[in-house]
């Protein structure tokens, strides 16, 4: 798959993330472990996170529905001007024309659009897999956060709520809802307007780091930094100088 579509899928599938990962936290709280919190307070606060973050919730929130929230996005984003893009790699756009990702792709690889929805289903139906193994410990941080925000008085008025009808109904949801199609619908939107701002932005960071001094290159390097990089890098110095030799070749 070449570069940029990659790049394109990247940035789509943490964009459909972001509301799961964002769970992680109940708003600003103070750094908290275990033995710094009254137990029973993190016990009420466990019972609070076996409400709104059951375990199984983010196959909940990302199977189904994602492979289609997913297909929408790519294929807004493939609509796009090619120039929008391409300005994200800082690559001179002036000299590019209207044409969009999908125009030219068609070319290249006429199967794209069914080669880019299987790829994005499949790295979808990986990302499944790896958030719901890590799912415990999200529900561990969850309890600690919870425990560290709200006072015992304030979870046990939090769990008689979830212990009803309505707040067992809302509580099951209340992270599902972000992942809804009204949601996606505006995150959906959000992402080419992002794309088209992100060329601005970088001229910004540009601006804002300009007085940092420049990154060195290998050759700025002295003895002893270039035998600790190898060694970093699992390399024989002379394998190193070999492949920075190469690199410098290639950019002269």
């Given amino acids: 798959m070449p570069k940029f579509l990659a790049a394109l899928i990247a ?10 990962l964002a769970a992680q936290a109940p708003g600003e709280t103070e750094a908290a472990t275990e033995t710094s919190i009254d137990p029973a307070r993190l016990a009420s606060a466990r019972q609070t996170v076996d409400y709104v973050f059951p375990l199984g919730t983010y196959a909940r929130i990302m199977n189904g529905t994602m492979d289609k929230i997913m297909d929408s996005m790519m294929d807004s984003m493939s609509k796009m001007p090619l ?3 391409a300005g994200l790699s800082g ?7 209207s044409a969009s990702l999908a125009e030219i792709m068609e070319i290249y690889d006429p199967a794209y659009k069914e080669r ?14 790896l958030m719901t193994d890590f799912e415990p410990e999200i529900r561990d941080g969850l309890a600690k956060a919870y425990a560290a925000k709200f006072d015992a008085k304030q979870l046990g ?15 099951a949801d209340s992270y599902i809802i972000m992942m809804s199609p009204e ?11 992002m794309m088209q701002q992100m060329p601005a ?10 007085a940092l001094p420049a990154p060195r290159k290998y050759a700025d390097l002295g003895k002893a930094e270039k035998a600790k990089l190898a060694k970093l890098l699992g390399l024989a110095e002379a394998e190193l100088e070999k492949q920075e030799a190469a690199k410098a070749k290639q950019a002269d």
Avoid: W
Avoid at 11 to 20: D, E, F, K, Y
């Fill in 91 to 97: 690559v001179d756009t002036q000299k590019l024309g």
């Fill in 157 to 171: 008025e939090l769990n008689a709520f979830f212990a009803t009808p309505t707040g067992k109904s809302y509580a």
């Fill in 116 to 129: 880019l929805k299987v790829t994005t289903h499949t790295m979808m139906a990986e990302m499944i897999g």
């Fill in 183 to 193: 949601v996606m619908e505006k995150m959906q939107a959000f992402m080419p307007r």
């Fill in 83 to 85: 120039k929008d893009l």
């Fill in 201 to 210: 932005i970088g001229e910004k960071v540009k601006a804002a780091t300009a």
């Fill in 11 to 20: 940035p789509a599938l943490l964009l459909t993330a972001a509301p799961a």
